[in-house]
């Protein structure tokens, strides 16, 4: 009968050890689940703004094509203006003798 005792303490430690290990296992489980869900919620805000930037770089960098190529138009006028105003000037040419 001593020994039966024995055995079952033994037994029952061993389950008490076993089930706490379980529990702990479970608890860990459960934080990892709500850790995951977290994560997860942050990933995906990363890719919206991550969206939102691809974006806004994208219409940047039209503007900037947009920007230079209205610079190169305005090069463009600006020197047939001058090519057409240049020649009909009539500039006086000074005599190198000395006449008035």
Same mark, same amino acid.
């Given at each position: !009968?001593? *020994?039966?005792?024995?055995?079952? @303490?033994?037994?029952?430690?061993?389950?008490?050890?076993?089930?706490?290990? $379980?529990?702990?296992?479970? /608890? /860990?489980?459960?934080?990892? @689940?709500?850790?995951?869900?977290?994560? *997860?919620?942050?990933?995906?805000? %990363?890719?919206?703004?991550?969206?939102?930037?691809?974006?806004?770089?994208?219409?940047?960098? @039209?503007?900037?094509?947009? @920007?230079?190529? !209205? %610079?190169?138009?305005? %090069? &463009?006028?600006?020197? $047939?203006? &001058?090519?057409?105003? &240049?020649?009909?000037?009539?500039?006086?040419? *000074? /005599? /190198?003798?000395?006449?008035?």
């Amino acid at each position: !009968m001593a *020994k039966e005792r024995g055995e079952l @303490d033994q037994t029952s430690r061993q389950l008490a050890q076993e089930l706490e290990e $379980i529990r702990r296992t479970a /608890s /860990s489980a459960l934080a990892l @689940d709500a850790e995951n869900k977290e994560l *997860k919620a942050r990933v995906l805000g %990363v890719e919206r703004e991550s969206q939102t930037l691809q974006q806004e770089n994208a219409r940047l960098q @039209d503007r900037t094509a947009r @920007d230079w190529f !209205m %610079v190169g138009a305005g %090069v &463009i006028v600006l020197g $047939i203006i &001058i090519g057409l105003i &240049i020649p009909r000037l009539r500039f006086r040419r *000074k /005599s /190198s003798w000395g006449e008035l």
